[in-house]
């Protein structure tokens, strides 16, 4: 039977790539988008035709247990990558993105464990470092969070940890760093900015209490800083172009770790 994925999110700008990388496994899986399309949108998944039965869209909100519980029946991994992606609006409002971002995780992995999804792969943020110029980064590095955001992706972290240990839902964390701006997608829910400052390819594993990391982590900063200063003599669609491949290569990676 071809795997099942739910992706929650999966019309934003990170997840809809992560669907349209499922898609392409040769296994024929099929993907659950999960979004209540706040920021997200549909023209972000422009090969929704091309994968007919393949691609389930829900409009749904990870604040609803119920519904979520529903899109997991049936799945083997979840890729939660749905939340409110902003520091500033986190500070203006806490309660909300407390909501969206913590008791919405928290429904992802309870959702995981009721239906019995064997793994949830969720998105967190190089923000729970916080302001230290320590570098490289560490993921054993203390958390030292200074937004509402940033503290909902360190809580987001530790329920998963315990959701592993406790109920045994496999889960790993991503701690992206900078937004990446593909061309490809010019209406994606994201803010203009430089694109490619640190693309996902080098998220790693969150700090878990679970054995070794299995996919390399930060490494060669200093090499990224000169490749991206590189990029920006080549001019912005040079490394835009360049952060999707890294994007893509980012993303082979976390699926390939669960085959
Ligand atoms: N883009 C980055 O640079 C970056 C950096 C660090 C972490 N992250 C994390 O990566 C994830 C994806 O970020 P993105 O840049 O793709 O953001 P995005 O805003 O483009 O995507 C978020 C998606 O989640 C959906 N969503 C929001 N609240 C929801 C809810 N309550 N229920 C269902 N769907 C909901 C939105 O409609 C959107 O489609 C987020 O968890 C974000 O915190 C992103």
């Known amino acids: 039977m071809p795997d099942v994925f739910v992706v929650t999110g999966g019309a934003g700008f ?24 706040s920021t997200g949108a549909l023209t972000n998944l422009p090969f929704a035709a091309a994968a007919g039965p393949r691609l389930e869209v829900i409009r749904g909100d990870i604040r609803d247990l119920a ?17 409110l992606r902003s520091v500033p609006l ?7 993105t407390n909501d969206r971002n913590v008791t919405g995780n928290l429904n992802v992995l309870e959702a995981a464990r009721r239906r019995q999804v064997r793994r949830v ?38 329920y998963a940890g315990v959701w592993t240990r406790l ?3 496999e889960t790993l964390g991503l701690r992206y760093f900078q937004r990446l701006r593909p061309p490809a997608r010019p209406r994606l829910g994201v803010r203009g900015g430089d694109p490619a400052v640190h693309p ?23 090499r990224q800083r000169a490749a991206l200063a590189r990029r ?26 669960f085959r």
């Open 14 to 37: 990170i997840g809809s790539h992560i669907v349209e990388r499922l898609l392409a496994e040769p296994t024929g899986a099929s993907v659950r988008v999960f979004d209540d399309f």
């Open 67 to 83: 519904a979520l519980e529903q899109a997991a029946t049936g799945a083997s991994v979840i890729f939660h990558q749905a939340a």
């Open 90 to 96: 986190s500070v203006e409002d806490p309660l909300g």
């Open 121 to 158: 792969v969720y998105a967190s943020s190089s923000s729970v470092y916080g302001a230290g110029l320590e570098l490289p980064k560490r993921e054993a590095q203390p958390p030292a969070p200074l937004s509402p955001y940033a503290v909902s992706k360190a809580v987001g972290e530790q």
């Open 167 to 169: 109920y045994g839902v």
């Open 200 to 222: 996902l390819g080098t998220a790693g594993r969150a700090a878990r209490d679970r054995g070794p990391a299995g996919a390399p982590a930060h490494g060669g900063m200093r």
């Open 232 to 257: 920006h003599r080549q001019g912005q669609a040079g490394a835009g172009l360049h952060a999707a491949r890294r994007l893509r290569r980012g993303l082979r990676r976390a699926v390939d770790f």
